[in-house]
């Protein structure tokens, strides 16, 4: 009678046990007002025991920017708590379920506007080549929001000049609405003949001019890319040399200079990739005029890169 009583006593207190232990498993996770954990922890394990009490559900992803900008950062969603050991049965050992890891939403990388109601490129002859032989037409581009603003000798000295007549080009094939105030631009950085620039300070200070008069003239403005005329490959002059004082293989001092305006007008201003023909077959000669198809190739890589920006 006096063992049973005991044995008794004994089954009791490790019921108490049992239950505690899944009660403070169970309330393992966060309070309601505190940030919610990102993944459940594994559940505990334990040979011949119960399992230990699961985390809490994950966290919300980053939020995102407005004009249709890429998602702007978040901080992760902090991690879930660890599941609560599993109860000790014959001799098991009960180990704690693992903590479950946070997972915040992906960062921005810019939370720059990306949809947009006119679309205009501007530039010279070159940039008209490549725009005519199949940009326009390309199937990811939305030919009633893009538009070109080109004269020959467009060079960057008649963009940074707010009285150039180049301003008054009407546009050719203009957007279905925003023609005359575009909210995107595309902007050729080209000077030749005669040239304006050999000094990354020299090119900044007439890019940055033409920056602000964009600024000034487009009261929709939103974003501009910078962008070069077409290189050789690999940014080199081919076999047969380009015309007179004309090239395919453009300054380090030009890009420095591009960036160094994107950095200045952070969140407006960006650089464009750096196109290059597919191969030297694909110049009139040594350039930098391109052949049609030479054009064509081009002008589906830049649709291909501003397809995601209209």
Known sequence: MHLSSMGFRMTCR???FVAVTTLLGACSGNPANTPSPANG????????SSAGAPGVGGGSAGSSSADGGSAGSS?????????GAGSQSEGGTATAGTAGSGHGGSA???GAATS????QITGLTLTREWFQAGFESDAGIIDGRWQLKAREHGYITEWSNPSSDFWNEPPQSPCAAG??????VVLTVLSWNPACCTTQAEWEAQVDAAVT???AKYSALKRIDLMTVIRGPANQVCPTPPAANETISLPAALDAALAAIAAKHAGLVFVAPKFEAHDCAAFNGGGPHLTTSGNT??????ATAFDDMQ
């Open 14 to 16: 490790g019921a108490v």
């Open 41 to 48: 922890g594994a559940a505990g394990t334990s040979p011949a």
């Open 75 to 83: 901080s992760g969603g902090v991690s879930g708590a660890g599941g």
């Open 108 to 110: 921005g990388a810019t």
């Open 116 to 119: 947009f109601t006119c679309n």
């Open 179 to 184: 023609a005359t105030n575009p909210d995107h």
């Open 213 to 215: 008069n964009l600024v």
């Open 297 to 302: 190739a081009v002008a589906q890589d830049i």
